[in-house]
């Protein structure tokens, strides 16, 4: 998410509202309160999860949002791979 996003609690819950009932989005911010990058979406019901991944990839304020589910941080994977040129 971009970071420049202006209250982006309220644009996350209308984006993933159309998924179904939003119980919180909690937007991660550093100790300055300047926002990471990225939230978290809580539903009401499992279900809602699956519609809110296909969401994954659409933009909000023409930027990509990029939708994957919650899981441990030890069992994560990044997602981007950057090729740095360096040997």
Known sequence: MSYGVED???KLKTM???CGDVVSVRVVRDHKAKMRGFAFVT???TDHVERALKLDRQP???RP???SRNTEKSNRTK???YDTGIE
């Open 43 to 45: 539903f009401r019901e």
């Open 16 to 18: 993933f509202g159309c």
């Open 65 to 67: 949002l990029y939708v």
């Open 79 to 81: 997602v981007f791979k």
């Open 60 to 62: 909000l304020e023409g």
């Open 8 to 10: 982006p609690e309220s």
